[in-house]
């Protein structure tokens, strides 16, 4: 049974950083490329990076570039995003995602970007 579950969102003050986790299981996550995506109130979901199947390529929403970046291990099956330098425009939930033909996601953590 393929599982994704994110953790380490939570309330940050703008300008402070978050690292968000994703702990997969249930396929070979070794050969897919990652993503992560998020999804703020009313919002539609929106791409945030994206990590190829060894980490030698990254890739990130121009938003993003400069103050996220994205990692994974593949010894440990885990995704990780680091963030840095949050506004509030970066408050939503964020998911990590599945490379595939069906994009699969996890239940989310949420990230809220507020003094």
């Known amino acids: 049974q393929v599982q994704l579950v994110e953790s380490g969102g939570g309330l940050v003050e703008p300008g402070g950083s978050l690292r968000l986790s994703c702990a997969a299981s249930g396929f070979a996550f070794s050969s897919y490329a990652m993503n992560w995506v998020r999804q703020a109130p009313g919002k539609i979901l929106e791409w945030v990076a994206g990590?190829?199947?060894?980490?030698?390529?990254?890739e990130y929403g121009d938003c993003m570039k400069g103050r996220f970046t994205i990692s994974r291990d593949n010894a440990k099956n885990t995704v990780s995003l680091q963030m840095d330098s949050l506004t509030p425009e970066d408050t939503a939930m964020y998911y990590c995602?599945?490379?595939?033909?069906?994009?699969?996601r996890g239940q989310g953590t949420q990230v809220t970007v507020s003094s």
């Open positions: 990590i190829s199947i060894d980490g030698s390529r990254t």
């Open positions: 995602e599945i490379v595939d033909d069906t994009p699969v």
